[in-house]
Structure formats: C-alpha cells, structure tokens
C-alpha cells in the first residue's frame, strides 16, 4: 500500500512537471496484488479448495501449512462464493471442511481462523450433535447447508488467507 501510495505521489509530481513542459508525463501505478494462481479473491481474502478428503484437524494443519486457516464464513455472498471454488474445483457442490467447530465447548460455535461467528446457514434441525459432532461442514444434504459433524469423517476442504499475507 506504501508503494501503490508514494507511486501516486511521484506519478502527480511528474504530471505537474510535465505540464511546464520540462518532461515527457510516463508514469507507472502498479496494480495492486490479487491471490496466487489457484487462489479465489473475495473481499480482500484468498479462498483455496483442496480435494484431498481428510479428517477435519489434518484439513486445518494442511490450510496452516499454506498460512492459511480453514475457511470461515462472515454472509451469505462468501457462503456461495466458497460453493462456487468448491464447484470450480470439484465440478460438484460435494460435503466440504470449512472452520466452524464447537469442540471447546459444546453448543458454542467458533470460526478456528478467530473470526467473529455471527453468520450461519444450518441445515434444519442442525446443529443436533448426533454422536459428538463438533466440526463443520457445507454443502450438507440436498439443500446445501451447513451440518455439524464427527471430526473424524474424511471430506475436501476450504482454506482461507488474508491477500495481504501474500503482500510479502
């Protein structure tokens, strides 16, 4: 951003000069950043979809070790934004990881990225905790909702990053 900022500066300054007739007026405004190649830009986050179906816990260390956490989701535009990179990469809207659980404290619901959990798309009747479920997934029966679910159930997953991480 200080970059894009002090490019500006320069760029005007040579504007004005050019106006006086001193110099040729070509300037340079980089583009700002945007998400790696295979990386999903939304709202200044970076969503990646991985089809390796893992365990809920192994989902979430293989998001860390691309600095990335399991997807939360903040509305309902990101909630289809993250169905449409798991159809982009799946070419299905298949029973995905994303980074709700409530395995601290059952009953309180947690984004494991540390966001605010304040929106949900909970399939009806869910979350029931049948036989301790305490993670979450989308894309959960015909309606495509969120269920909670054993942690130990083996699905694709969603990571998520802030753009600015890959800044530098």
């Given at each position: 951003?200080?970059?894009l ?15 006086q007739?001193?110099y040729?007026n ?12 295979g ?6 986050k ?8 893992l365990?809920w816990g192994?989902?979430?260390r293989?998001?860390q070790?691309?600095s ?9 535009g ?19 990881w ?12 947690f ?14 009747g869910?979350p ?12 959960f029966?015909?309606?495509l ?24």
């Amino acid at each position: 951003m200080k970059l894009l900022t002090a490019s500006a500066l320069l760029c005007a300054m040579m504007a004005l000069i050019a106006a006086q007739g001193k110099y040729k007026n070509e300037c340079y405004v980089p583009k700002k950043p945007s998400c790696p190649a295979g990386w999903t830009e939304y709202n200044n986050k970076c969503y990646f979809y991985v089809s390796t179906p893992l365990p809920w816990g192994d989902a979430q260390r293989n998001c860390q070790s691309m600095s990335a956490n399991l997807a939360s989701v903040q509305s309902l535009g990101e909630y289809q934004l993250i169905q449409r990179v798991i159809s982009d990469g799946s070419r299905a809207n298949g029973r995905t990881w994303i980074g709700g659980s409530d395995g601290q404290q059952e009953g309180y619901w947690f984004w494991i990225d540390g966001t605010r959990f304040q929106y949900t798309n909970w399939c009806r009747g869910e979350p029931n905790n049948l036989g301790s479920e305490q993670c979450m997934e989308m894309n959960f029966s015909g309606d495509l909702c969120m269920n909670d679910q054993s942690c130990q159930s083996r699905f694709p997953s969603v990571c998520i990053t802030n753009k600015s991480y890959f800044l530098g």
